[in-house]
């Protein structure tokens, strides 16, 4: 071997590593390619360096074809509802009128108390707008100021958007829903790790009811509900009454008239 | 964020064929993927999805590993190294073979930061960029490594010195 060939050798060691690997630009690997045809050691150190990789490959590359143990994608999902509906917005707002309007109906039926519907219509709300990727809300957060006008004008009381922050629950903005007699609102929100909540919001209570705040679950979303004169308040979520009671409480600080 | 959990989810067989490589035994490969996804989560937001997120998983499991590895050393508790994964049953008669086996043991020999190194990038899922950054060294200490871990298999393999065939993978 010359000099100059000792020295260039020298300087590819890391490239017939990059050529082994298939990491180097195409001029590049062209390059050492033509220079390994001509030195046999070189050829021979690329190729173990791939059958050390092949025995990796060999080992473990199984498991990307075997099925992920449920407990794993439950570890990312747990914080989700289990029943994703998979539908656009406008089909989401069909089933949430179908869903809302059936536990509005069973509120007919079983003679329902206001507050019970109010926990159907809460949760009900939840499982349908919170797990939506790209359709959540219809007026998002920046526009805040424009979405508590209409939703005030909508229901027929004035509600401003209350804060959430200190919980670091960030607004994702509103929708109107139908309620029973009249229009329903909705607010959402969500912390920094994605989950989120709603605040569903009635104006067509009884006149004169007056309920404290109260944690149920439905399933695996927990509600609570609080009633004040006609509006009463539901705020729902796959939290847990420790999470989400002190949630209400800051929302009722905020509405309380 | 809900999308960010989608990513997550798509990232898990990789999560799993990484913890398996670095302990070589499903049930500890389990564990450490389930903590790699909870840690994951709970820093997502950490994550800038302007960059790839598997580095930044694998990072978080790499240092995971490191902590394993740690504990179990100072409790005295040895990792089994012994239970292979089943191996795919597809002849692999075509040329003369490295014994997997020997050459997973073989890397297990191998001081831990240059067995870091060859994992990592034989399992081929990262440049060597993103290797270096999930390890925490310069590129080209990297290299260096990853030159010296395969040179080392290369003679304890008994590979060096013989003419193998040349065979292109991928």
Known sequence: MTMNEKEKYVAITDDLHGFADGRLPPERAEKVEAYIAGHPEAAAEVADYRRISEALHEAYDGILDRPVPAAQVAIVRETRPRFVLPVAAAVAGLVAGIVIGLSLQRTVEQEMSPLAALVEGSSAAYIVYAPEKRHPVEVAAADAEHLSKWLSNRIGMSLPIPRLGDLRFELVGGRLLVGEDAPAALLMYENDEGRRIVLYVRNDLPEGELAPLRYQRRADTGVVTWAQGSAGFGLAGSFSEKELVPAAQLVQAQLSR | ?170
């Open chain 2, 1 to 170: 964020m809900i999308r960010d959990r989608g990513l997550l989810i798509a990232e898990i067989p990789h999560l799993r064929r990484y913890a398996l490589a670095l302990t070589r035994d499903p049930d500890l490969a389990d564990d450490l993927v389930q903590t790699c996804l909870e840690r994951g989560l709970s820093r997502l937001k950490l994550w800038q999805p302007s960059r790839r997120i598997r580095p930044w998983l694998f990072t978080i499991m790499h240092n995971l590993h490191v902590d394993m590895v740690r504990h179990s050393a100072r409790r005295g508790v040895s990792l089994p190294l012994d239970e292979m994964p089943e191996q795919p049953s597809q002849a692999a008669g075509q040329e003369a073979r490295l014994n997997v086996r020997a050459v997973l043991d073989e890397i297990d020999n191998l001081p831990r930061e240059q067995r870091d190194v060859l994992i990592l990038i034989g399992i081929d899922e990262l440049s060597y960029a993103e290797a270096a950054g999930v390890l925490s060294i310069p590129l080209g200490t990297l290299m260096s490594r990853l030159h010296r871990a395969r040179s080392r298999l290369r003679e304890r393999l008994g590979m060096a010195g013989s003419r193998p065939p040349i065979r292109r993978v991928k």
